[in-house]
């Protein structure tokens, strides 16, 4: 796999990115052992997953729009 950043980390500036990685939390709950390379089929399903939710709701980390993002708007208070 390569080390391509996608996730920031807790707390961090917006250039601070983490390599892709995969645990599996049931059994490694710390997040010690990285299993992307020994499951690559998983990793990219979970990619092709983000990438559609990317083209659907948007992702400012890629600056990317959105195809059904609605603009912002305010509900008008009860009465008005």
Known sequence: MDDTPY???PGAAKEALLPEALYDL?????????LIRQHPEVAQRLRALAE???????????NQKGKNRRP?????ASGQ
Do not use: Q
């Open 7 to 9: 996730e920031r980390k």
């Open 26 to 34: 049931a059994a490694d709950v710390g997040e010690t052992k990285d």
């Open 52 to 62: 559609r939710m990317r083209e659907d709701m948007g992702d400012s980390a890629t």
């Open 72 to 76: 912002v708007g305010r509900v008008p």
